[in-house]
């Protein structure tokens, strides 16, 4: 039974920090691409970054050069480090694992197969 956990979510105020984590168990980690997707009130939802077996990283445009997205393959445990936080930043955050995706040889994603249970950022004064 595969478990996707998620911690270190929490109220921060605008340009501060957070790190959230994701435990996983039950699958191969080393053999799944991992990813942070989030859903905010009324949006759908999205895949912020993702992070390929051999370490290739995706992000969406709106979180470049703030996010930093890792993984622990001995640890089997990915990071999401989120600096400079906006009020838009505000949602829940998925951890997911999947399959890598590939654009010829440019890594342009995940294709989620598990999902975690979600955590809550807010980003607010």
């Known amino acids: 039974q595969v478990q996707l956990v998620e911690s270190g979510g929490g109220l921060v105020q605008p340009g501060g920090s957070l790190r959230l984590s994701c435990a996983a168990s039950?699958?191969?980690?080393?053999?799944?691409?991992m990813g942070w997707y989030r859903q905010a009130p009324g949006k759908e939802r999205e895949l912020v970054a993702s992070v390929s077996s051999n370490g290739s990283t995706y992000y969406v445009d709106s979180v470049k050069g703030r996010f930093t997205i890792s993984r622990d393959n001995a640890q089997n445990t990915a990071y999401l480090q989120m600096n400079s936080l906006k009020p838009e930043d505000t949602a829940v955050y998925y951890c997911a694992a999947g399959k890598n995706q590939w654009r010829g040889w440019r890594y342009s994603g995940l294709s989620a197969d598990y999902w975690g249970q979600g955590t809550q950022v807010t980003v607010s004064l």
């Open positions: 039950g699958l191969t980690f080393g053999n799944y691409g």
